[in-house]
């Protein structure tokens, strides 16, 4: 499951759209829903061939990694005789300034459109009922936050010959935040 997408979706259907469309993920196991709704699943996940890692370590040994995704998302719209014209409607809704926002807070986008299409799903063996189908590539970024550990004391002793005298060193070097100092407020990448 992509919350990220699970989002997009209600925001675009129920908030901007305000059509009060109950949204689902189409491998949720529970009782039918009434009409109209639409189910949402995705095909395939691609990922890059590397990971993008955050070059600060916080104070408690953690980095950020993470990267892009895309996912082939179908989208089926059930409803009563109108399910083409809601999945249009949905289309465009993705579209609007007010959606582009909810993307941009969401860190996802909308990419290529696939395939918009009435295609009628069989209820059992004499009937069909309306359903619409929606493919769109669907663009989002996955992090992770990875304990790389922190080392908050190093200690150096070691001896130096070969000079004219030989010398020791001795000397231990503390993060000075780590026993004395409350720790700093958490960064956000």
Known sequence: ???????LMDH???????????VIWSYQNSARVNKPYITLNYSSDDL?????????????????????????V?????????????????SMLLATEASLSKQYS??????NRLML?????LLNNSQYEDRAIYHFDFYYTETYDEDVGFIATVEIKGDYSGS??????EETISVPYIDNQPPLPEETP
């Open 12 to 22: 675009a259907v129920n908030v901007i759209g305000q059509e009060n469309v109950k």
């Open 48 to 72: 890059p061939d590397h990971e993008w890692y955050s070059n600060k370590v916080d104070y408690r040994g953690i980095r950020v990694m993470g990267s892009w995704r895309k996912a082939i």
């Open 106 to 111: 969401l860190d996802v986008s909308i990419g």
């Open 1 to 7: 499951m992509i919350p990220k997408l699970y989002d």
């Open 164 to 169: 004219l005298t030989n010398q020791s060193c």
């Open 74 to 90: 179908d989208l089926q719209v059930y409803a009563a005789q109108d399910s083409l014209r809601l999945a249009n409607r949905l």
């Open 117 to 121: 299409q009435r295609v009628p799903a």
